[in-house]
């Protein structure tokens, strides 16, 4: 992906999330070089900001996702007095635009559609050897309420409802009749190790320098 598309992808998104009323904190306006700077070092280290993914494939209009995370734990204190234990994001989710097959191996989420269209989820629960299981029901609970899928079942959220995920669920998700947007809640999130795709994709994109970053994205911080 082209850094100018970035750029363009990333001011969108932000006009998205203020359509629907949603400010971001501070941080998310810094420029690149504040964002390298040492005030910055909490928020690189907990990869806070902002994530524009299209998996690798170069294909962002059919498979991608837009995502600011705004705050995060550490693995690393899992389990400590005191420590944080959560972590929270805003994402865009375009219409037909598909977030792949997917679970995590200690995340538990929910996600909740905020604003915009339905969000559809495709589910299916995780087998004995950790792969997808093609022929069990897939149990969820939704608001509070259990339901009941067969394997590969569509699970449809309006605007305002919400899906709880836990890692023994396999899960893809898409805009349908328009762009979503998504607000995860979730344990904390890494995503360098948590994620396991059903296809051999990766996490982040890669970027091709043709302009100056307006922004750094989370996957940056490493470069």
Not at 54 to 82: A, I, K, P, V
Not at 115 to 130: I, N, Q, S, Y
Request: proline content about 4%; hydrophobic content about 40%.
């Amino acid at each position: 992906m082209k850094r100018s598309r970035v750029n363009d992808i990333l001011d969108e998104g932000a006009a998205f999330f203020a359509t629907h009323g949603w400010s971001l904190p501070p941080f998310a306006g810094w420029s690149p070089d504040d964002m390298r700077s040492d005030k910055a070092a909490h928020i690189r280290n907990r990869r806070l900001g902002w994530d524009i993914t299209d998996y690798g494939q170069g294909r962002f209009d059919d498979m991608g996702l837009f995502l600011f995370t705004m705050r995060n734990g550490d693995l690393g204190e899992m389990g400590q007095q005191g420590a944080m234990l959560y972590a929270e994001k805003l994402m865009i989710s375009r219409q037909d635009q598909l977030s792949p097959m997917h679970r995590h191996v200690l995340k538990t989420e929910d996600i909740i559609n905020r604003g915009g269209a339905t969000l559809v989820l495709e589910l299916f629960t995780r087998a004995h050897d950790g792969g997808i299981d093609r022929k069990a029901d897939v149990e969820v609970m939704t608001d509070g309420v259990p339901i009941t899928l067969p394997a590969g079942g569509h699970l449809k959220l309006p605007v305002g409802a919400s899906v709880t995920l836990t890692p023994t669920t396999w899960h893809a998700f898409w805009g349908e009749g328009g762009d979503c947007l998504i607000h995860e809640v979730s344990t904390v999130n890494d995503d360098l190790t948590d994620n396991i795709f059903a296809e051999p994709i990766g996490r982040f994109s890669d970027i091709e320098e043709d302009t100056a970053p307006s922004h750094l994205l989370v996957s940056d911080y490493d470069t």
